[in-house]
């Protein structure tokens, strides 16, 4: 828990103060569990001396089945906890790759709105170097047409 703890830190520090809730309240229990622990067993080993070895008396199997009870509750304490973290997590997450999802929809569509772009240029520049191609053959022509004009005017003039 702390290791995502320091991953999601950017979070806001609410991982982090569930976190620590968590682990205070666990630290308690477990100090109480130590505690009521060394209760029973003074308890038990004092009865024992006394009355001697009784594995049938009720009362012990009574404290016995709450203790299980008991802890049983508090692994299913612990449990909820981890799961409201993890489904905390599962929602920034599913958060996350949705704004990442939207982010690439909007490049993918800028992407296609380029490629239209570069084709309609791409066929701009096609159709201006075919009239340039075209302007300079008819220049070409008309030229020649001019040299031999002036050539037969010449021709003819001088003879």
Do not use: H
Request: charged share 35%.
């Amino acid at each position: 828990m702390e290791l995502e703890e320091r991953e999601r830190s950017r979070d806001g520090g609410i991982l982090t103060k569930k976190s620590k809730a968590c682990k205070k309240e666990m630290d308690i229990l477990q100090k109480e569990l130590r505690q009521a622990r060394v209760a029973y067993s003074d308890d038990v080993l004092s009865r024992t001396a006394l009355l001697g070895d009784e594995t049938d008396d009720p009362r012990a199997v009574l404290l016995s089945a709450t203790d299980r009870l008991e802890n049983s509750s508090r692994d299913l304490e612990r449990g909820f906890c981890m799961t409201t973290e993890t489904e905390a997590m599962g929602r920034d997450i599913l958060g996350n790759l949705s704004r990442d999802r939207e982010t690439m929809q909007r490049a993918r569509e800028r992407l296609r709105e380029t490629d239209a772009g570069l084709g309609q240029g791409s066929r701009i520049l096609t159709s201006m170097m075919r009239r340039a191609m075209q302007n300079k053959v008819i220049l070409i022509g008309i030229g020649l047409l001019a040299i031999v004009v002036i050539s037969l005017i010449v021709y003819f003039s001088l003879r």
